[in-house]
């Protein structure tokens, strides 16, 4: 698999190394842990220098960092390191997105799925077309689908003469963002977007099919193949083979470019665990239109017609059947907790349209975040943002920018659920701790430490609400960028364990955690630890 950033990945492996921390002391990597090392005192007794030797810290060797802290409640800036210094910030992109929807949408902003009849029933035929129409919204599944179906049945459509139609001119036709990598096309954290998409489970991936390849009963079988949800859309081309038992599981789960073929290579041994893997789809659009012609069609409804994707409804249509996602409030917990990519980007394409009444688009999405971060008092000329989720490497954001966001929405009258829709340091609960759940455990910032995370490949971030020993709230805003080792999280986190454990009149810096001592789920920093599937974080 590929990182968002269009580079291949590689296997990552633990090095174990000697380091020193700049005029303090030297130990080896392998027996750092949070805290001092045993027998050992720290030189800094203010907070500026505890964050500068974290800083110091070899693995960011070469990189940029730019970082703020803030009383939260005050907004004094209590520690400053390359604050205007834009870099890019990953998923910390989200916490502009969803702030912008939270105010320019509303946290009762629902998506709608309709069914409309273009045409007169009669005799429970349709003399026309039927018409699926969508704005946008990113976690509908096949069941959703199904019960649209079935309300079109209810209301006595049994044949259709005409055509189904597919209406997902709510957005544009862009599918991908700026400078997505293309080998990430079938990656399902980079799946296409359209106002018409399926997602394969609450999870809410949309616009993916997951696969799942069990091994056959002896060595040398066609393992067994099954794809959720069931559809005729996406086509398997199985060339895996059961291995022999004990053996290693090799299975790739790949679509080839520009078509909804999956291939299934490699082996699955004998007895071995069942191999998972989420897959994009070519062209949402028809996705969506194939799995509700299916259920039409499981509920005695036949559609003579073919189907046509991108058309308009007409507005004297007649609607037979609606759905309506989740509210905004709501979502914000799958979207943020596990920093979900096409949730940004249909947010993004919604804000475009209720701004412009123009088919939803990138460029005026981020235009309308841009707008709400100047209202609210962050200087959106210091940022570029070209997408919603932040996979783009055109996106540059400042600690400084995302600290006065974070200041900012303080004052908001939705604040409340926004800021519970932050991961929890080491709140084990999926959709609590999210992609926070195994990091900072057993330190004065779990169930403490709320943030929203980014990983790219050389880019990481870490932004949120801390408490320190005092009780006082903290903004803390991390961003990194450049560096060459696996991952800079551990940096992160001692950043916001040792705010954790500071007072007001002191703080002294928490080691980070080498390499070795942190779980392989979090040493992979080319991604998010949430879409490293069926691994959870």
Known sequence: MSTPDGTARSNFRTRARRWALPAVVAVTAATLSWGAPAGAHSSTSGLPE???????????????????????????????????????????????????????????YTFSTDVRADGRVRGGALHG?????????????????????????????????????????????????????????????????????VAPDTDYDSGTVIVEVAPGAKAGDKPVVSVTPKNSYVHLDVRARTGAAGGDGTVA?????????????????VGGDTAKEWVTVWEPTGYAASVFRAALAAHGVRVSGSTRLGRATPTAAKTLATHRSMALKDLLVPFMKLSNNMHAESLIKAMAYKATGKPGNWGDGTAAVAGYLKGAGVDATKIRQVDGSGLSRKDNFAARQIADLLLKVRGESWYADWYASLPVACDPARFVGGTLRTR????????????????????????????????????????????????????????VVTLAKSTAEEASAVL????????????????????????TC
Not at 254 to 268: F, K, L
């Open 440 to 495: 900072m455990c057993g330190t004065p910032a779990a169930l403490n430490a709320r943030g929203k995370t980014g990983s790219l490949t050389g880019a990481s971030a870490l932004s949120g609400y801390v408490k320190d020993a005092d009780g006082r709230e903290l903004v803390y805003s991390v961003v990194q960028n450049n560096y060459l080792v696996d991952s800079v999280k551990p940096l992160e986190d001692a950043i």
């Open 253 to 269: 789960v790949e679509r080839q470019h520009g078509t909804n073929t999956i291939t299934v290579s490699g082996t699955v041994p």
């Open 129 to 197: 077309d039927l018409y699926l129409r969508g704005t946008g919204d990113p976690t509908t599944l096949a069941a959703d689908y199904d019960k649209l179906a079935a309300a079109v049945a209810a209301a006595g459509v049994k044949k259709v003469d005409g055509r189904l139609v597919a209406d997902d001119t709510r957005f544009d036709h862009q599918r991908i963002g700026d400078t997505w990598g293309g080998d990430d096309e079938s990656s399902y954290y980079a799946a296409q977007i359209s106002a018409l998409t």
């Open 50 to 108: 505890a964050i500068d030797t974290i800083l110091g810290d070899p693995r960011m060797e070469g990189g940029a960092a730019s970082v703020v802290v803030a009383d939260a409640h005050t907004g004094e800036t209590l520690y400053q390191h390359n604050p205007t210094g834009r870099l890019s910030p990953a998923s910390n992109t989200k916490l502009a997105t969803s702030a912008a929807a939270m105010s320019l949408l509303g946290p009762g």
């Open 512 to 535: 980070p955690k080498s390499t070795r001592a942190v779980p392989a789920a979090e040493r992979d920093g080319d991604l998010e630890c949430s879409w490293r599937k069926p691994a």
